[in-house]
């Protein structure tokens, strides 16, 4: 498997939406980047927050992109054009409508499940080898509800159960960073808040 370089934190720009689901993934890399003792700063080459840190003495690109969801793909190939790095050492943290919270997933390639950030990103590197980390956020049973769910802000119980899958997440990543997927995944994936 090859290794790790970026990890790009999906979510919408602006404080309207920086406490809603949708922004699941962009909470994962700002929480990294202040446990790595850095901050994300603005990069107008990245369209994007930006931040190089090491973690367990591997060095990651830290990327929240501050286009809208569904223009993701832009600053993400912006940062691998810019550092040559493949599809497949980028690891994507993004929200999950089909897991609960309080679960996350790694997944290796794949579609876009319907996800327009991750929609935006295949079609801007012309590839779906990236990796994922699905951070679940729920379903609202309906799907004409889902983008005035995914766009709210969860409740005190589903935020504190998110944020403890978060934590884990964390916990996991020097495993994924030193290419030990399957231990990370098994870890990952037994774990319940």
């Keep these: 498997m090859p290794q790790v370089k970026a990890i790009i934190g999906l979510g919408n720009p602006g404080a309207d939406y920086a406490a809603t689901?949708?922004?699941?993934?962009?909470?994962?890399?700002?929480?990294?980047?202040?446990?790595?003792?850095?901050?994300?700063?603005?990069?107008?080459?990245?369209?994007?927050?930006?931040?190089?840190?090491?973690?367990?003495?591997?060095?990651?690109?830290?990327?929240?992109?501050?286009?809208?969801?569904?223009?993701?793909?832009?600053?993400?190939?912006?940062?691998?054009?810019?550092?040559k790095i493949a599809p497949d050492e980028l690891l994507v943290a993004h929200d999950e409508l089909d897991i609960p919270p309080g679960t996350a997933r790694y997944k290796q390639a794949?579609?876009?499940?319907?996800?327009?950030?991750?929609?935006?990103?295949?079609?801007?590197?012309?590839?779906?080898?990236?990796?994922?980390?699905?951070?679940g956020i729920g379903h609202p049973g309906d799907a004409r509800q889902v983008t005035q769910y995914v766009l709210g802000r969860p409740g005190?119980?589903?935020?504190?159960?998110?944020?403890?899958?978060?934590?884990?997440?964390?916990a996991t990543l020097p495993l994924v960073v030193a290419g030990e997927w399957a231990q990370a995944m098994n870890r990952l994936h037994s774990f319940k808040p």
């Design 21 to 83: 689901r949708h922004n699941a993934g962009a909470w994962l890399v700002e929480i990294l980047a202040r446990q790595a003792g850095s901050e994300l700063r603005p990069e107008k080459k990245f369209l994007g927050l930006y931040a190089k840190v090491s973690l367990d003495g591997h060095e990651l690109h830290l990327l929240e992109p501050t286009t809208y969801m569904n223009r993701s793909g832009a600053a993400v190939a912006a940062l691998c054009q810019f550092y």
């Design 110 to 135: 794949g579609g876009h499940g319907g996800h327009n950030g991750l929609r935006d990103i295949i079609s801007a590197l012309g590839d779906k080898a990236f990796n994922r980390l699905r951070i």
């Design 156 to 170: 005190k119980a589903e935020l504190a159960d998110i944020g403890a899958v978060l934590d884990e997440c964390l």
